[in-house]
């Protein structure tokens, strides 16, 4: 792999000079106000970017699976039911993890390349009169897959069913690079990641927490110590934490998220919406199709492509590092061969993308695929071309 190529997997994500810089810093004391002061903007900004109006933000030197872990331990209790809907290696590992903590998982299986089932949530939620579900799990952008969900639409199901359950939204590959509306769409546990829509290297777990789910922090008894947002807001109250904060990288989301909205959140999600269309054009280009069933599915950050049968997805990763040090995703679980994936989150530009699609097309001319070289490059350069410039420019 070349440390001068950007990547092109969904996370870890390119580190902007900025970021990097910022988070390189002597060390400081976290108990003294210096730490508050660069502790506050970055929580401040959290709330901005997902959208909340009231509840608390937690930021835990962990990863989005921390995050996930961090939600279920501090709000449930063992064997409560939780409702959860499969459809990609994501939404599986929450699935597992809720089970190996002992709650009893309601599935709703969904093919690979579908979002989360809304009908099939609301039939569920309504049959379940009694309300012992007790929270929906969401993955809002299916990593694997490149889908994402309707989480406004889940909204709607909860409250279609008059449903109390609270409403749990893993946001770890959309968050800062798609619109994400914590307070709109009634989110009671969003979760997010440092290495993806946020641009810094993996350590922290991201957490916006709703009062609802505040009030269930009170009564449930899953255990936690490490993770355990009670002492966490005690510790915040004092301006602090509970133990030692990776400093380093509060410093950088702070600066990330000056970055965000220096450009504005809005251009952000328009520039990657541009970048996923680009891509996405050159897949049509290539005879190809994303993994995505229908086009309101289509992830803006992440996209799967089907390769032609009798190809395999990650003999083109394999080469694509080997050969060119360009690093691509390779499909997981039901896809693992049938798909790879190109990430066009984070710190990218239509000229960046564009090096990775030809990479890929070189890849697949070398592997003897049915592609001309160039075609998709022309195809997502066409688009570019026409995308509006202040847009362009502001990225
Ligand atoms: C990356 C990712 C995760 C896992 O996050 P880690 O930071 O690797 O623990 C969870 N969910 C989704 C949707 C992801 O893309």
């Not at 929580?43 to 961090?70: C, D, F, H, N, Q």
């Not at 359950?165 to 968050?175: K, N």
């Not at 991201?206 to 269930?216: F, K, N, T």
């Amino acid at each position: 792999m070349s440390s001068q190529n950007p990547v092109f997997i969904p996370g870890p994500t390119n580190i902007p000079e900025e970021i990097r810089k910022a988070c390189d810093m002597p060390t400081i004391d976290h108990r003294s106000p210096t730490f508050g002061r660069m502790f506050r903007p970055a929580v401040a900004g959290v709330r901005r970017v997902l959208g909340m109006t009231e509840g608390e933000v937690i930021l835990l030197p962990s990863t989005g699976t921390g995050g996930w872990e961090a939600a279920v331990t501090n709000t449930l209790s063992p064997g409560d039911r939780v409702l959860a809907a499969r459809f990609g290696m994501f939404s599986h590992r929450w699935i597992d993890l809720c089970r190996r903590h002992g709650l009893d998982v309601q599935v709703i299986e969904a093919p690979w390349g579908q979002g989360a089932p809304l009908a099939a949530i609301e039939a569920a939620l309504r049959a379940d009169t009694g309300h012992t579900i007790r929270a929906v799990l969401a993955t809002h952008n299916e990593t694997a897959t490149g889908v994402r969900s309707d989480i406004a639409g889940i909204r709607r199901a909860l409250d279609a069913a008059g449903h109390p359950a609270l409403l749990f939204v893993d946001g770890v590959s959309s968050i800062g690079c798609m619109p994400f509306d914590m307070a709109g769409w009634g989110v009671d546990i969003a979760v997010a990641g440092s290495q993806k829509g946020f641009m810094l290297p993996a350590g922290l777990a991201i957490l916006g927490v709703g009062p609802r789910a505040l009030a269930a922090m009170e009564t449930a008894t899953l255990p936690r110590t490490f993770f355990d947002f009670r002492d966490m807001l005690k510790a915040y109250a004092a301006g602090g934490y509970p133990y030692t904060p990776a400093v380093g990288l509060i410093a950088g989301l702070a600066r990330s998220i000056e970055m965000l909205e220096d450009e504005g959140l809005d251009a952000v999600y328009a520039r990657h919406a541009r970048l996923a269309e680009g891509v996405r054009r050159a897949v049509a280009a290539w005879g190809m199709k994303p993994c995505a069933a229908s086009p309101e599915l289509y992830s803006e950050t992440v996209t799967a492509v089907v390769v032609p049968e009798g190809c395999n997805g990650t003999d083109l990763v394999k080469l694509a590092a080997e050969k060119y040090g360009v690093a691509f995703g390779v499909g997981l679980g039901e896809v693992a061969g049938k798909v790879f994936r190109i990430g066009h989150l984070g710190m990218l530009t239509d000229v960046m993308v564009l090096a990775g699609l030809a990479t890929a097309e070189m890849c697949m001319a070398d592997l003897g695929w049915p592609v001309r070289l160039g075609s998709g490059v022309a195809a997502a350069q066409e688009f570019y071309r026409g995308a509006p410039v202040a847009v362009r420019a502001a990225a």
